[in-house]
């Protein structure tokens, strides 16, 4: 299995609603990101998880909250969204910290 | 603090017409520099990482060089597929080594058949 893959792949939810993301890969990589992606833009790293510990916080709004559970799993739990959040939500993994392979994404819209 | 411009925003081209993107970058000690294709609404594919300067790879109609200043992503006849957006992004050595790549906006490349 040489991929990364994300569950939904759309999901629209209200400002009150609470939501989860899922990444997964079985490619033993142990390290995992969450990225951010607008339109038209690059993508903006959120967090990185080495060795299932979050290595990396690049500030982001406590309303999203990301979990390793595992090796080859990674959340990140949505709550009280704005609609500015509204974008694609890429995960990536890496073996040695160079090559990050992404999954698909998942298309985020808050209403 | 990290850098990475691409240029041009845009290219469009004719099937079969040869050209160049330009990745120039400033960071403080390159790790890694990092070329990827991206079609609308899905995730960067990877194509090809550069290390050290005069290093090259190559992947079918694409090859990819490095400087110390500047990468190039050559396209030899380009084909309608080849249409993507191709994002550079550059690693900086030290810290974490699994650490964050900066990202440039990225060359929206049209090829028209």
């Given at each position: 299995?040489?991929?990364?893959t994300?569950t939904p792949?759309?999901?629209v939810?209200?400002?009150?609603?609470?939501?989860?993301l899922?990444?997964?890969?079985?490619?033993g990589?142990r390290a995992?990101y969450?990225?951010k992606?607008k339109a038209?833009k690059p993508?903006e790293?959120?967090?990185?998880y080495?060795?299932?510990?979050l290595s990396i916080n690049?500030?982001?709004?406590?309303?999203?909250?990301?979990?390793?559970?595992?090796?080859?799993l990674?959340?990140?739990?949505?709550?009280?969204?704005?609609?500015e959040?509204?974008?694609?939500?890429?995960?990536a993994?890496?073996l040695?910290g160079?090559e990050?392979?992404?999954?698909?994404?998942?298309?985020?819209?808050?209403? | 603090e990290?850098?990475?411009?691409?240029?041009?925003?845009?290219?469009?081209?004719?099937e079969?017409?040869?050209?160049?993107l330009?990745?120039?970058?400033?960071?403080?000690?390159l790790?890694?520099?990092f070329?990827?294709?991206?079609?609308p609404g899905?995730?960067?594919?990877f194509?090809?990482t550069?290390y050290?300067?005069?290093?090259?790879k190559?992947?079918?109609?694409?090859?990819?060089?490095l400087?110390?200043k500047?990468s190039?992503?050559?396209?030899?006849?380009?084909?309608?597929e080849?249409?993507?957006?191709?994002?550079?992004?550059?690693?900086?050595?030290?810290g974490?080594?699994y650490?964050?790549?900066?990202?440039?906006q990225g060359?929206?490349?049209?090829v028209?058949?």
């Open positions: 299995d040489t991929e990364v994300q792949k759309h999901l939810m209200g400002m009150t609603n609470k939501k989860s899922k990444c997964e890969q079985h490619m990589h995992m969450w990225y992606q038209k993508p790293l959120m967090f990185v080495s060795y299932e510990k690049e500030s982001v709004p406590s309303r999203f909250s990301p979990e390793c559970p595992n090796s080859s990674l959340n990140l739990h949505l709550h009280a969204l704005q609609p959040d509204s974008a694609l939500y890429l995960c993994s890496s040695s160079n990050q392979f992404f999954g698909p994404g998942t298309r985020l819209t808050v209403l | 990290d850098q990475v411009t691409q240029s041009p925003e845009a290219l469009r081209l004719q079969g017409e040869s050209s160049s330009n990745c120039s970058y400033t960071v403080s000690g790790r890694g520099l070329w990827y294709r991206q079609d899905k995730g960067p594919e194509l090809f550069l050290s300067a005069g290093e090259e190559e992947k079918e109609r694409l090859k990819a060089t400087t110390k500047e190039f992503l050559h396209i030899t006849a380009p084909k309608p080849d249409s993507a957006t191709y994002l550079c992004a550059v690693q900086a050595k030290g974490t080594s650490g964050k790549l900066t990202f440039g060359t929206i490349l049209t028209h058949p």
